[in-house]
């Protein structure tokens, strides 16, 4: 998750383990080094700033009762070091475009557009906490795009995120257009969410609503590389 590609990237692979990785249909992804462009600023005085990028590849997610699928490469930038050998953590943003609630059985011919016919559009909310390898939790807020819904229909705020905190479950050292980068399986099935805000129709609250930590689920095929600044 940070440099472009060194060894560093190999001992992480190794450090978080690997094991055979299922088959799945990824989305387009091309590394070049536009990658970083979202890299946060190095802090002042700053040591060992690393930025991350991981291109979602495929996956999906659950808001309670409603579930969404990954149906393009969607690009998270972060970055963690020290400052006065405390370490920190910074959030990039979030590129990627809106994706369609579905129903049915995910990954199937019987998986089909929600008839809601929403869609979600993730964006950050800047905050994020340094971890051991790389940051451990990420702060996220999603609009919810509808007829009826008007522009301004979010799940968590700026000031009020959806915490995230990826956990892998197997990682692989992975060519991706003739670089070498870590592919790794993260999910967080243990993050809450607060009822909507915004919304012009109560259709969102009535389908979605509040949800705690155990009703809400994230998966997702990570191509994830990394610069040191």
Known sequence: ?????????????????????????????????????DCPAKPAGA???????MTALDGQFRLKNMKVRINHAVRLTVAQGKVNGQKVAQMGTVRGEAMPFVTGVLGT?????????????????????????YPSKIGLKARIIGDGLGDNCWIGSDAAPVVIAPRIQWSIPSLQ??????????????????????????????????????????????AIRHKTF
């Open 47 to 53: 040591t060992e700033w690393k930025c991350f990028v």
């Open 109 to 133: 011919p019987l998986e089909v557009a929600d008839p809601t016919g929403w869609q979600v559009k993730i964006e950050s909310t800047g905050q994020a906490s340094p971890g051991v390898l």
């Open 1 to 37: 998750m940070r440099r472009v590609l060194t060894t560093g990237l190999a001992t992480l692979a190794l450090t978080l383990g690997f094991a055979a990785a299922p088959a799945s249909a990824a989305n387009p992804y091309t590394p070049s080094e536009a990658d970083f462009a």
């Open 177 to 222: 257009g003739g670089l070498l980068m870590v592919k790794a399986k993260v999910y967080d099935d243990v993050f809450a969410i607060d009822w909507a805000t915004g919304c012009q129709s109560p259709l969102v609250n009535t389908l979605i609503g509040k949800a705690n930590a155990t009703s809400n689920h994230f998966d997702a095929t990570w």
